[in-house]
């Protein structure tokens, strides 16, 4: 029931793009993305709630597949201070507010 | 505002023991959740709330109490601590879209790190 992430780690030069898929065996409502660095609570970067439905803040953005049950997080011109372990949480029904956390991907950027 | 606190930090306990972690957030959220976060594993729901006086299961809720007397705090019990509970526990809290229209995204505590021996 866990949602798969791929990759589970990805090394980049800063400046370089990565994405990061979330895949779900489960018919979703909504997928919310945050990050997590080391030590620290997970920060919300954002939610998509329709199927196709894309979302950006700066040079980080989502999509949405609901057919597919799967979402992707792309992170373009990739900065240092974007390096943390990225989590999707997956919604099954909107009536919960009940998120499922995939295991995070961990991405290091450097200099 | 603070957000969402969660006390204690840090804590050892020996197994057999117990204690109450608490959780506070003065954003007037209606609903509250529990998380355990241990490596390669993600979080995890432990148990959740959504609104005072009312809790819920969540995946790994064996183990674990909890109760929302007041709707700023949630606590979270353990009556006998086992190393397996050895984790760092996360508190978040959101609001209900569809009670107050709001979008929903979970605002975390700074976790306690909780060791048993």
């Known amino acids: 029931q866990q949602p798969v992430q791929s990759p589970q780690a990805v090394i980049l030069r800063e400046g370089e793009d990565a994405v990061i898929n979330c895949s779900s065996s489960?018919?979703?409502?909504?997928v919310h993305w945050y990050r997590q660095k080391h030590g620290e609570a997970p920060i919300f970067l954002m939610i998509?709630?329709?199927?196709?439905e894309q979302k950006g803040h700066d040079k980080i953005s989502a999509s949405f597949n609901e057919k597919k049950q799967q979402s992707s997080l792309y992170l373009t011109a990739s900065q240092l201070s974007y390096s943390g372990t990225y989590f999707c949480g997956t919604e099954k029904s909107g009536a919960t507010n009940k998120l499922i956390f995939g295991t995070g991907t961990l991405l290091a950027v450097q200099p | 505002n603070a957000g969402v606190t969660q006390t204690p930090k840090f804590r050892v306990l020996k197994t057999g023991q117990s204690m109450t972690l608490l959780c506070a957030q003065d954003m007037n959220h209606e609903y509250m959740y529990w998380y355990r976060q241990d490596p390669g594993m993600g979080l995890r729901l432990i148990h959740y709330?959504?609104?005072?006086?009312?809790?819920a299961k969540g995946e790994v809720p064996d183990g674990y109490n909890v109760s929302r007397l007041k709707k700023q705090n949630f606590l979270l019990g353990l009556e006998s601590a086992a190393p397996s509970q050895t984790s760092v526990y996360f508190c978040?809290?959101?609001?209900?879209?569809?009670?107050?229209?709001?979008?929903?995204?979970?605002?975390f505590g700074p976790g306690t790190r909780l060791t048993v021996l």
């Open positions: 709330s959504v609104g005072e006086g009312t809790t």
């Open positions: 998509l709630l329709k199927g196709g």
């Open positions: 489960k018919a979703l409502y909504s």
């Open positions: 978040a809290s959101s609001y209900s879209f569809y009670t107050s229209g709001k979008n929903n995204e979970q605002f």
